[in-house]
């Protein structure tokens, strides 16, 4: 219902702007065209009604809408105006290349479309754990990481806290009852990470305490830590660490080679549909070359 609206929105303003003779002079603009009504008209091309499907949105005001309209079908023709004078005084030869180009952009366009689209429907997106595997034991030594890691489980809290002392040592030796407890009183913290299994960035973790900028240099592998400012108190166990050049651990790598080896399934199916079409057209005599 409301896309009629809009429509008619467009057709009263299609002959307000005939009555006042407002588009180019003319009222040939309501002259069909293999069922297309004309909007407007520059030297020998055409707007057309369908052009403006969509241009005003549901429930715009009679009065906006025509100033959209207004404002598009002259920007239209502003924009047509300029094409045809580039196509009167441009060299033919730039003409040429803008055109070769075109249909490059064309082309790529369509095809580039086409392959995702295939890609999408062949792609096998399951990376099972063994090729992964595989393919970091073939190709450690290429991944050498760019930053300090850490595996590092933390906790913050109020300086004022009670029992300072028991979630130290909990932290500390963070057996299986201390794992319990810590996560029972999770709510009394002010942070709190108790995954010491997952690496982390060096980097981020400074970034998520910046009081550890001039203590960095005590973030070594099995150190604890206990820092102090105006605002709490901060806890952290470090478990292992590895630095920059190291050869980056499977589980911090893993992402990343699902991804490669997701892009080589896609190479490797992009070349089969290349050579698969380029094989049935030739069988179909749809492809010949007529080289000597």
């Keep these: 219902m409301e896309k009629v609206k ?28 293999q069922g297309r009504t004309r909007i407007a008209r520059v030297n020998e091309s055409y707007l057309y009604l369908e052009d403006l499907e969509g241009l005003v949105l549901a429930g715009t005001s009679s009065k906006d809408s025509m100033a959209i309209i207004e404002s598009y079908i002259n920007q ?36 580039e479309a086409y392959k995702n689209t295939y890609i999408t429907t062949q792609l096998d997106s399951s990376i099972n754990k063994y090729d992964v595997q595989k393919f970091y034991k073939e190709n450690k030594e290429n991944f050498h990481l760019n930053n300090e ?29 201390d794992k319990e407890e810590l996560s029972k009183r999770s709510y009394q913290f002010k942070q709190i990470n108790l995954n010491d299994s997952v690496w982390v960035k060096k980097d981020a973790l400074l970034a998520e305490f910046p009081i550890l900028k001039e203590n960095d240099k005590e973030l070594n592998k099995t150190s604890f830590i206990e820092l102090q400012d105006s605002i709490g108190v901060y806890l952290l166990k470090v478990e292992d660490r590895l630095e920059r050049n190291d050869i980056a651990p499977l589980s911090y790598i893993e992402p990343t080679i699902r991804q490669i080896l997701l892009n080589s399934q896609k190479l490797e199916l992009i070349k089969k549909l290349e050579k698969d079409i380029t094989k049935d057209a030739i069988k179909n005599k749809k492809f010949q070359t007529y080289l000597p």
């Excluded at 588009?23 to 065209?33: G, H, K, M, W, Y």
């Design 6 to 33: 809009v429509r008619n929105t467009i057709k009263l303003y299609i002959v307000f702007l005939c009555i006042l003779g407002f588009v180019f002079n003319s009222c040939d603009i309501f002259q069909a065209e």
């Design 76 to 111: 239209w023709a502003t924009q047509q105006l300029l094409l045809d004078q580039a196509k009167l005084n441009l060299p033919y030869n730039t003409q040429l290349r803008f055109e070769k180009m075109v249909k490059e952009y064309e082309r790529n366009l369509f095809t």
């Design 149 to 177: 890691l850490l595996k590092v489980r933390y906790i913050s809290l109020d300086k004022n806290f009670l029992d300072l002392d028991e979630i130290k040592t909990r932290l500390r030796n963070f057996n299986t009852e």
